[in-house]
Every structure is written in C-alpha cells, then in structure tokens.
C-alpha cells in the first residue's frame, strides 16, 4: 500500500492514473483546498493540521511509504484544524512556513520520517514525465539565447536567500524578474512588455539544497502559453530535475510558435 499526499495541481492526477493502470493498491491524503479526489474511494480529505489522524490512516493501512505530488500553499494557521498532534508538530509547521510553501512539505517528511514513514520521490511511477538533457523543439537557442540561459542559471544559483525562487526570466543579459511566493504565473505576468516580442528566456531549476523527492520544477502547457504572452522565447530546465506534464502538446505548441525547449 502506497499513500498519495496530495495538493494542487495536475500532476497528482498523472501520479493516479499510472497506479491504478499498474494496479496497485493506494489511498490518498487529499490536502487540497476543493477536496479535488473526494470522488475516490480511497481518498480521504484531511486539513494539514491533522498529523494524528493524518499517521492513524497510513499505519491502520500498513503505508510505510509515501510519495507528495502537487502543491500545497501555505494555510491560514488560525484557522485550519488541529488534532493533538497537530498540536504538538504546528510550531515547526509556522516556523518553516516563512521559507516558502516548499519548506513546509520538507517539514511534513521530517514528522512523518519520526513516525517511521518513508517518503519516496514523486516520479517513482512517473519517470517518463521527466525531462533528460537535450533540445526538445526544431528552434535552437542561439548565441543571444545561450547568454540570456547563462546569466538565468548564474542569478539562480545566486540567491541562497531566495529560498523559495526556483525560476528566473532574463531579456538581452538583463534580470527581468525572479520568481517569489506567488509562483511561475505572477512572475510571467510581471515581464510582460509589448517591445518584445520571441525575446527572452524563462530558467526553471531545482532550488538550493533542494529535497529532489518533492516540489521539482513544473512545466505544461499553461506555462508555455503564459511564455509566449510574456513575449519569451524558451523554457530551460534542469536534466532529470523536473516535472513535464502534456509533452506532446506543448512541443507541439513551441514549434507552431517558433520557441524552445532546453534542458541543461
């Protein structure tokens, strides 16, 4: 038995079909706001707070593993519900709270390892929705390209203070932005800018000292779409350190747009 910890996003989904496809046998924490997999049998939507009930569930179920898959935001601490553990483990919760949304999963795995559940990385069913190194569209970076990639992955591997930043977009040689709390979406709509237009790169990387079992880099292909409203020209990734979900639409999308894809 495998448990699910899921938020978020459109990736848990992709995790779900490949399990039941293999048959496997699962349950699913629902962590997420809409209580998206209520549907399920197997699901059961709990609050972050809920550490007691939360371990109750995977031990009654015999789940010594765990895999996280999507994003889960930071909640409002005066109001979520907690049992007694979630008394005892919240302090810890709160604290890393202030390091970005990522640092709070990283907590969750160091509760759940003291409780003797082990976290396994959230492609371990998934492999194929991962990137490895090489050029994924008929457009090539150029040498203006090749600059902009280079100055983008100099800034990320910059700025340890920016803990939560795993993007950064560069223009001509130029930081146009870095990407905070609000995410990929807020920052694309940050480097908006009509004079440019097929100019520019987006760089998504693994954060500093990252735990490569949860929170990789996303891409699909809302991020493509907001790229190009951006007036950007490609999305570089990190070699086996990401989460590439609708590869063949948005390759498809790249190519009709005259963009690229690059993993480094």
Do not use: H, W
Request: hydrophobic fraction near 35%.
């Amino acid at each position: 038995m495998i448990g699910l910890i899921f938020g978020e996003t459109t990736f848990p989904k992709e995790i779900l079909k490949k399990i039941k496809r293999r048959k496997l046998k699962y349950l699913i924490i629902d962590l997420t706001k809409g209580k998206v997999f209520k549907k399920d049998k197997c699901s059961f939507s709990l609050s972050i707070g809920q550490f007691g009930k939360i371990i109750n569930i995977l031990r009654e179920n015999n789940c010594k593993k765990v895999l996280f898959a999507g994003r889960v935001k930071k909640p409002n601490f005066s109001r979520i519900r907690l049992d007694l553990k979630g008394f005892y483990y919240i302090p810890r919760i709160i604290k890393s709270s202030r390091f970005g949304d990522a640092a709070i999963l990283k907590e969750i795995i160091k509760i759940l390892n003291q409780e003797k559940i082990k976290t396994i990385s959230s492609l371990s069913f998934n492999p194929e929705l991962t990137l490895k190194k090489g050029s994924y569209s008929k457009l090539k970076p150029n040498k203006n390209d090749k600059a902009d990639i280079k100055k983008a992955i100099e800034t990320l591997n910059s700025i340890g203070k920016y803990n939560f930043s795993q993007g950064t977009v560069v223009r001509n040689k130029k930081i146009v932005a870095i990407e905070g709390r609000g995410g990929t979406q807020k920052m694309l709509m940050k480097c908006k800018n009509k004079r440019f237009k097929r100019t520019g790169v987006l760089v998504k990387f693994p954060k500093k000292k990252q735990d490569l079992r949860i929170d990789l880099p996303t891409v699909g292909l809302k991020t493509f779409v907001q790229s190009k409203s951006a007036g950007l020209k490609g999305i570089v990734l990190k070699s086996k350190q990401n989460v590439f979900l609708e590869k063949n639409k948005c390759i498809k999308f790249v190519d009709k747009n005259k963009m690229f894809i690059k993993v480094e």
